[in-house]
């Protein structure tokens, strides 16, 4: 027999056999001190013709290919999400075409403009220097700052670069809601009956009062006033079907931008949280214990869903800063394209929903909007009750029939 060889299987386990397989074996164990986490990039920037600095885990590290050398020269001590450049463009194909720029900006989109910490390299990514950037505001033209910290007293005095910044959003950007196919199309809803001052209940035991601003009250039947101007006819949804959120499009000056490919959130204005969601936060692959509803509603001293869950506190259960994921199993209330679906209860019902950007690398804006949805296809309760008790009776019957006939056939 020859000498031993190694095998090696690479899976979700790794297996390393020196047998070809032929026995039984335990997956391999590393050490400790030898795991890593996984890396997340969330943003990167060619600098130089075959490099690049990234952001992996909220530092920036450069990469040469030529070379197959990492570099990371400076430990920021609040995590980066993003990296901006002054200029980049693909040489080879544009011979007017300038080098790689060097000049790079790391920054951290989560936090608010004011609490923002900025920082600027002009060699690439190898050292940066801070930003100073406590005077912006948001909606308002401020002044920004460059200067060298600690700078030394020399022969040449390098005065700070100083700039002028408006940090605001463009007034017509918006999103709007793309309508299909409405329920005054299939002529479920009669428009003209909408228009026409339109009202319907809700009833006391389907709505949440932490989403009206209002705790620990005794809760009412509620009556709602349709607003036909702002919300047209409503939107179909089967009510075995989800409801996803690819329905959203990116306006601006009157014209069509893009789909929105973004984070949303979503509640109904009314109150009404009896819907669920078709992901758990396992099934949705975080790392972090994800961020929902309740627990946003409880840390305001008046809960108010409009201002409880936005992008300024959004936080990604892919951030690896995040609270630890205790919960898996607890349901993932953020939607994106058709990754997480909404799915609603059997109640032919209108809900009034609002969805609210949070995606922090999406826009600076602040981005939502508000349409209506009729969920139809359920029995009304009162049928579902009555066939239970057909279906009772005809069990009773039945076992009734068999205990007959065995008696009569002694």
């Not at 401020?142 to 910290?149: E, G, R």
């Not at 009157?254 to 078709?278: S, T």
């Not at 602040?366 to 296809?377: A, K, R």
């Amino acid at each position: 027999m020859g000498e031993p060889k190694a095998a090696m299987y690479l899976g979700k386990d790794v297996f390393i056999s020196l047998d070809t397989f032929e026995s039984s074996l335990s997956p391999l164990s590393i050490p400790e001190e030898l795991e890593t986490k996984e890396a997340v990039v969330s943003a990167f920037a060619f600098v130089h013709k075959d490099g690049v600095s990234m952001v992996a885990n909220g530092q920036v590290y450069m990469y040469f290919k030529s070379l197959n050398r990492w570099v990371h020269q400076q430990e920021f001590t609040s995590p980066m999400s993003e990296l901006s450049n002054t200029h980049y463009c693909y040489a080879r194909a544009d011979p007017q075409c300038k080098e790689c720029s060097w000049t790079l900006f790391a920054y951290d989109t989560r936090r608010s403009v004011s609490d923002s910490h900025i920082f600027l390299s002009q060699d690439g990514g190898y050292t940066f220097t801070h930003t100073l950037t406590s005077g912006i505001c948001d909606g308002e033209m401020s002044i920004v700052t460059v200067d060298i910290p600690h700078n030394p007293v020399g022969c040449t005095d390098v005065a700070p670069l100083i700039a002028l910044v408006a940090v605001s959003c463009p007034p017509t950007r918006h999103i709007r809601i793309v309508k299909n196919t409405t329920a005054c199309d299939k002529g479920l809803i009669q428009e003209a009956a909408l228009a026409n001052n339109f009202g319907y209940t809700i009833s006391h035991n389907i709505y949440i009062s932490h989403f009206l601003a209002r705790k620990h009250i005794q809760q009412d039947n509620r009556q709602v006033k349709y607003n036909f101007t702002n919300l047209g006819c409503p939107l179909l949804a089967y009510y075995k079907k989800f409801l996803g959120v690819s329905i959203f499009e990116l306006w601006e000056n009157n014209r069509f931008q893009e789909h929105v490919p973004a984070e949303f959130v979503l509640f109904e204005i009314h109150g009404m949280h009896n819907y669920d969601y078709l992901l758990t936060a396992h099934d949705a692959n975080s790392i972090s214990q994800p961020q929902n509803w309740s627990s946003l509603l409880e840390e305001q001293e008046s809960p108010d869903p409009n201002t409880a869950w936005t992008r300024r506190n959004y936080m990604s259960c892919k951030d690896r800063n995040g609270p630890e994921l205790k919960q898996p199993s607890v349901k993932y209330q953020v939607l994106e394209g058709d990754k997480n679906k909404i799915i609603f209860p059997p109640y032919n019902v209108l809900y009034i929903l609002k969805a609210i950007v949070v995606d922090t690398f999406y826009s600076y804006c602040d981005l939502s909007v508000t349409f209506s949805v009729y969920v139809y296809g359920a029995f009304p309760r009162n049928y579902l009750h009555f066939w239970a008790s057909l279906t009772v009776f005809l069990i009773l019957l039945l076992i009734f029939k068999r205990y007959s006939l065995s008696h009569l056939s002694f």
